[in-house]
């Protein structure tokens, strides 16, 4: 399949989307203030790196919906539902594992990885409902 078919405006529509999801997700009174006590983040170290943790946020989420709208179309599921079970199988057999391997190693929290794995379903689900919407 082409590149060149992938639709841009689905990929940025779900990038924004997941951006706004995340900024809900991770603001103080939803999950933030728990993350960051999680992570070891004060608001002052958060505001600090805030334009290039945006960048690489906007940077992962369009790659992450680029890549997703390139595999919807080889698999070209046939129904939304067909296509959210796909996409929550990537999240499971590629997010989670990798998510646990920082549980494992890098001692990160329980807390902190459902709050992680979470969001990623979250934006697996966003992207997935938008994708789907616009190409089929």
Do not use: H
Request: net charge neutral.
């Amino acid at each position: 399949m082409p590149i060149t078919e992938v639709n841009l405006l689905a990929v940025l529509a779900a990038t924004l989307a997941t951006m706004v999801v995340g900024m809900l997700w991770y603001a103080p009174p939803v999950l933030g203030k728990i993350w960051m006590r999680e992570t070891g983040m004060t608001p002052e170290k958060a505001q600090q790196g805030m334009v290039r943790s945006f960048a690489i946020g906007v940077t992962a989420n369009l790659l992450l919906s680029f890549c997703l709208s390139l595999l919807l179309q080889m698999v070209r599921p046939g129904s939304l539902p067909a296509a959210l079970l796909f996409g929550s199988v990537l999240w499971l057999g590629i997010v989670v594992p990798t998510e646990l391997s920082e549980v494992a190693w890098e001692r990160r929290t329980w807390t902190l990885f459902l709050i992680d794995t979470g969001w990623s379903l979250l934006s697996f689900i966003v992207i997935t409902v938008i994708l789907y919407s616009w190409l089929w």
